[in-house]
């Protein structure tokens, strides 16, 4: 399986609901980013946080990581059709090399 | 923007062509990275550049080859590409190792 996995695959919500991702990784890491990408664009750097934190903050986002069950999750409160979306989570295994796990469709209806 | 941008947006080519892929970032960054994005399948990392030095190359086919004149370009220089090489291929620049990275809108390309 892959280093980085996110689950669920595939989340439809409505607008104003919370949106959980999570993912799931095997190896230690330094730090665990999550990225945005809209349909068959370049992907946006959303939040980065350190092995050392277990919860970090960015307007409508929270991060949570847990490295004793090598887990993260991404909470997006009140969801816009604007976050209809793929999120990535990516684990920084050191040497410059980032490793993407196979992302969250995000779908989220007015 | 992200202060990274890729030429072409789209490539449609046949297997005997050459071709290249540009990439420029204007933000000052000292390392660069090409990526290959396929339908289901996570995000390939191709090869990475730190200050202009090959540091990393993912085990990529000799069909593609980097080049990185300067800190601020990067090309992907492609021939006798096979069809299922046809994907979107993204660049993305950091300041340094390990912080986030920079990506470009991405190449679409389709080998006929």
């Given amino acids: ?110 | 923007e992200t202060g990274v941008t890729q030429t072409p947006r789209h490539l449609v080519m046949g297997m005997t062509n050459k071709k290249s892929l540009k990439c420029e970032q204007h933000l000052g960054h000292n390392a660069m990275y090409w990526y290959k994005q396929s339908a289901k399948k996570p995000l390939e990392l191709m090869f990475v550049y730190s200050l202009e030095e090959r540091v990393e190359n993912n085990s990529v086919p000799s069909r593609f080859s980097p080049e990185c004149p300067n800190s601020s370009h990067l090309f992907l220089h492609l021939h006798t590409l096979q069809p299922e090489d046809s994907a979107l291929y993204l660049c993305a620049s950091s300041q340094d190792r390990g912080e986030k990275q920079y990506f470009g809108p991405g190449t679409r390309l389709l080998v006929l």
């Fill in chain 1, 1 to 110: 399986s892959q280093q980085g996995e996110e689950d669920p695959q595939a989340l439809s919500i409505q607008e104003g609901e919370n949106a959980t991702m999570n993912c799931s990784y095997k190896t230690s890491i330094n730090n665990l980013q999550w990225y945005r990408q809209n349909s068959g664009r370049g992907l946006v750097h959303l939040i980065l946080i350190r092995s050392n934190e277990r919860e970090k903050h960015s307007g409508r986002l929270r991060v949570t990581l847990d490295t004793s069950k090598k887990s993260s999750s991404l909470l997006i409160t009140a969801s816009r059709a604007a976050d209809t979306a793929s999120y990535f989570c990516a684990t920084d295994l050191g040497f410059q090399k980032l490793v993407f796990g196979t992302g969250t469709r995000l779908l989220v209806s007015p």
